[in-house]
């Protein structure tokens, strides 16, 4: 059973950064691709950040070069590091292993929201 808890997420100006974690207990953290995801209102999940086990990382197009997908795997935690934000960043993040996202069924956490707004 994978219990993920995300923190870090608030009220910020366009151009402001915030920096999100996800504690993980799970075993299966650090072997394990992780990703951030984000859903705004009134749209599907999507996948903003990934990052392996070894520490390669992948970003949606939309946050390239403003956001940073990080890891510790000895404290089971995933962080993203979000800069230059703009309102259209606002949404409902959440992090998750990808592997079970692709199989479906995936449990998710509460999420954290994140606003951008003056």
């Known amino acids: 059973q994978v219990h993920l808890v995300e923190s870090g997420g608030g009220l910020v100006q366009p151009g402001g950064s915030l920096r999100l974690s996800c504690a993980a207990s799970?075993?299966?953290?650090?072997?394990?691709?992780m990703g951030w995801y984000r859903q705004a209102p009134g749209k599907q999940r999507e996948l903003v950040a990934a990052?392996?086990?070894?520490?390669?990382?992948n970003y949606a197009n939309s946050v390239k070069g403003r956001f940073t997908i990080s890891r510790d795997n000895a404290k089971g935690t995933l962080y993203l590091q979000m800069n230059s934000l703009k309102p259209e960043d606002t949404a409902v993040y959440y992090c998750?292993?990808?592997?079970?996202?692709?199989?479906?069924?995936?449990?998710w956490g509460q999420g954290t929201q994140v606003t951008v707004s003056s």
């Open positions: 990052i392996t086990s070894g520490g390669n990382t």
């Open positions: 998750n292993l990808l592997a079970l996202v692709i199989k479906g069924g995936a449990d």
């Open positions: 799970t075993s299966l953290f650090s072997g394990n691709t």
